[in-house]
């Protein structure tokens, strides 16, 4: 069974910037959550994909997108970088998002915004 | 808004020593409680987890406390060993949503 990976690892990009994270989800999960964790802190909601659409978003601007493909991977999109959003970007996968389904995280993409 | 605080921040304990570390929430739609432990580079992982109509839940050496009058909840690590040193979160979760709303985290050092 393979788990939840995530690519690139590391990132760096420049204020303006627009960036792409990829997810590929655990096998016979067909739920992706994504999350960002600042440095000492913990992980915040962005959204959840569920069967190929958002199902639930967290306080985070509209330049935070998403997509979830028929093999239920996922990419974040963040538009208009700004210093505020170097974080480590955090996958997690899991079967229908029913909130006692464990959550599966992929080791993050950690990104840099200078 | 912090729905979820967690306190300590940092803890240091002495290896077989006990470490509690505790969390309080403010949403009572909140209906699933777990706890994630992060090891640097790695992404979190569930250690244990716990719902409001159970007090307490032990598995090996981890236990969480349930107090639902307070919306208060922790966790204990007994017998803690050097390889227990990670950053542990606590989490709630509303079901319905099953977003993870999580703790600021605490840094636990277990010193041989």
């Known amino acids: 069974e393979t788990g939840v990976t995530q690519s690139p690892t590391h990132l760096i990009k420049t204020r303006g910037q627009q960036v792409t994270l990829r997810c590929s989800s655990q096998s016979g999960h067909n739920t992706v959550s994504w999350y960002q964790q600042a440095l000492g802190q913990g992980p915040q909601f962005i959204f959840q994909?569920?069967?190929?659409?958002?199902?639930g978003r967290g306080n985070f601007p509209p330049r935070f997108s998403g997509l979830q493909f028929p093999n239920y991977s996922s990419e974040l999109n963040v538009n208009a970088l700004e210093l505020d959003d170097s974080a480590l970007y955090l996958c997690a996968s899991s079967k229908p998002p029913s909130g006692s389904n464990e959550q599966f995280f992929g080791p993050g993409t950690r990104l840099t915004v200078l | 808004q912090q729905q979820v605080k967690q306190s300590p921040q940092s803890l240091i304990v002495q290896k077989g020593g006990i470490s509690i570390i505790n969390c309080a929430y403010e949403?009572?739609?909140?209906?699933?409680f777990p706890w994630y432990q992060q090891f640097p580079g790695k992404g979190p992982a569930l250690l244990i987890a716990?719902?409001?109509?159970?007090s307490e839940k032990k598995e090996g050496r981890f236990t969480i406390s349930f107090n639902k009058s307070a919306k208060q909840f922790s966790l204990h690590i007994m017998d803690s060993q050097p390889g227990d040193s990670a950053t542990y979160f606590c989490a709630a979760v509303e079901t319905s949503y099953g977003k993870l709303t999580f703790g600021q985290g605490t840094i636990l050092t277990v010193h041989p």
């Open positions: 716990i719902r409001p109509d159970v």
């Open positions: 949403n009572t739609a909140f209906d699933y």
């Open positions: 994909y569920y069967r190929e659409e958002e199902n």
